[in-house]
């Protein structure tokens, strides 16, 4: 186990935002704290699901009350698959925390951290800087949507008692004890699913980063190894001597690559349910959405709302895909870079255990969308083209 200063050193270096988002909505307990509170925070997550499974169960209600040719039938149906889904991954998150706190531990491992000059710290940075940078944006057009569904209702003018979402009552809301209590029931959980998708999606796309950055770093490492031989050359050093420091170059890079693929082992395993209850989702989102943009005007407040629910389901999945397709891309890359490297002024013992890691980095890190798929581009297009001939069925059956 990580000690307390590691502790907070991930934290604060690894996805800080999405990590501190789980945990002030329940879902990830500091690592560092006592027995007590350990207690006290385990009370917090169950209270968290509780909010989240009532408030799906009253969407779900409230969708089967309504009839489908209600304005805000549509809006419903998305809302209420966004809370299933966030209900799946708010147990997901909790279910798998063994599995993060390993992949964290590995983050944290000295083989991880240190980086050896400013060409790799260059490449760390980078992927960092755009793992801050998608979590802000994540994070504020989700503050922005909860602030407006909370706020939305008490400014309406109609002078109706609204609420933030069209869900079951169970009480007369002209009641102002019912009203207040439905109305910070729906708010707190309808935002809790919000950050719920927010912290989740940022934390995937970190991970698969994070993985991204390790295998450039090691594409750099393979490519220095013909330079460091060739700058011992140049200073005369013994053959013997040339020949030790190439193979522990390459036994360290052949470690890196072990850590790398168990890395991406362990997060496939902690993404792979999780992931299949985000298509098994999404795709009757995006049917739905594709048969009723056919249907609405293209001027209508219908119209936009539903493009609206229809762009966000798409680059969610969009973003899961390229980020997936982007770390099996660049672990092909390690291949090609011990075919691109000055491998021909190596010695033959460092010839032959490059040719076994090449034979190792032949195969690529896929990630899999439960049995049924990988998660990269080409399994993005089917799914949009499963949609629309879904679209196709449905528009000539109601034709």
Partial sequence: MLELDSKQTIKET?????????????????????NWLKSLYTG?????????????????LGVYQMPMTDDLFAENVFLMFALINACFKAINVLSSRALFIE????????????LRNSEE????DKYSKTIRKISIYFTTAVFIAIVLRC??????????????????????????????????HQSFGTGIATLVHAAKDCLIIALLLQTCAQLEILKYRLLSIADESKEAHAKNIKLDLIETLERESIADCVQDHESVFKFSRIL????????????????????????LLSTQHIASVEFMMTMQFFSAVVIELFFFCWYGNEVTLTSLDVESAICEMEWEILANSSKKDLLYMMMRT???????????????????????????????VLQSTGA
């Fill in 14 to 34: 690894i996805a800080p935002i999405p990590f501190r988002i789980l945990k002030c909505i329940g879902l990830w307990r500091p690592l560092t704290w006592s």
């Fill in 44 to 60: 917090f997550s169950v209270l968290t699901l509780i909010l989240l499974i009532t408030i799906t169960l009253t969407v779900l």
């Fill in 103 to 114: 992949m964290i531990t590995m983050i944290q491992h000295k083989r991880w951290l240190k």
């Fill in 121 to 124: 710290e260059d490449i760390q």
């Fill in 151 to 184: 706020v939305a209702p008490l400014v309406d003018q109609t002078g109706q008692k609204l609420l933030p979402v069209d869900a079951y009552c169970p009480c007369n809301v002209e009641n102002p004890g019912c009203y207040w209590l439905l109305f910070w």
């Fill in 268 to 291: 496939n395993k902690s993404l792979s349910v999780m992931l299949f209850g985000q298509i098994a989702v999404t795709i009757p989102n995006l049917c739905l959405s594709i048969f």
């Fill in 362 to 392: 032949s195969k690529p890190i896929l990630f899999r969308v439960g049995p049924i798929m990988n998660m990269n581009i080409d399994s993005f297009l089917s799914i949009m083209k499963s949609s629309y001939s879904a679209f196709s």
